[in-house]
């Protein structure tokens, strides 16, 4: 079975600045897609990004990208320019042969003034 | 709003009551996901329909869930006598076509079993 672990709880960062958010998976599926999930306060969960395993290529959206790492299943969120929006639970999920997404526990981002 | 809607958005029963959620998703999505959500963990995946037809269901859906999705559109989940472990929230998500596309998220339902 898949897993997805998220190491860090809670992270916080200035605004304006860069955080990292950190994602490892366990799988012994070859192709698969992972995902990183933003969840605000009490709003619904929306796609910030996308990585197909298949790309060596890191996937980047505005200010977001990940450093996508197969051979270490690592897939880290970078978020440049941190605006006050971007405070959320971000969850890391993966995707493999079946439809269903398998989500880390989340790590809980402060945007600080 | 075309978005995944979902009713009630809070639920609060009596233990051994049985609850029914519902779930509207976007209009032309073929497929429906139901989620658990417990506080302070990432949603669980329950089951899933593509049209009417459930395609796969998570040994976490006990004997006491059932899921339908009758005409292919929108969906109900049922929990037959609840127990306080229910308490959670429930996420539906849509989508079309195969992994390509991301799954759309609803608001929720949050159930508490008191």
């Known amino acids: 079975a898949q897993t997805v672990t998220q190491s860090q709880p809670e992270m916080s960062v200035q605004e304006a600045e860069t955080v990292t958010l950190s994602c490892t998976y366990d799988t012994s599926e070859s192709d698969y897609y992972l995902f990183w999930y933003k969840q605000p306060p009490s709003r619904q969960m929306i796609l910030v990004i996308r990585q197909e395993a298949y790309k060596q290529q890191n996937a980047t959206e505005n200010r977001f990208s990940v450093n996508f790492q197969k051979a270490a299943k690592s897939f880290s969120l970078k978020i440049s320019d941190s605006q006050l929006g971007d405070a959320a639970m971000y969850f890391c999920?993966?995707?493999?042969?079946?439809?269903?997404?398998?989500f880390g526990k989340g790590t809980k981002l402060t945007v600080n003034p | 709003d075309t978005g995944v809607s979902q009713d009630p958005r809070h639920k609060i029963t009596k233990r051994g009551q049985n609850v029914t959620f519902r779930c509207d998703p976007i209009s032309e999505h073929n497929r429906l996901y139901w989620y658990r959500q417990t506080l302070g963990q990432g949603p669980e995946f329950l089951t899933y329909f593509q049209n009417e037809a459930q395609l796969e269901k998570s040994r976490l859906l006990s004997d006491r869930f059932s899921a339908e999705r009758p005409k292919g559109s929108f969906s109900t989940l049922e929990i037959q006598r609840t127990e306080q472990g229910d308490s959670a929230m429930y996420l539906c998500?849509?989508?079309?076509?195969?992994?390509?596309?991301?799954?759309?998220f609803g608001p929720g339902t949050r159930l508490t079993v008191t």
């Open positions: 998500a849509s989508n079309f076509g195969d992994t390509l596309y991301e799954q759309y």
């Open positions: 999920a993966f995707q493999g042969g079946s439809e269903k997404l398998v």
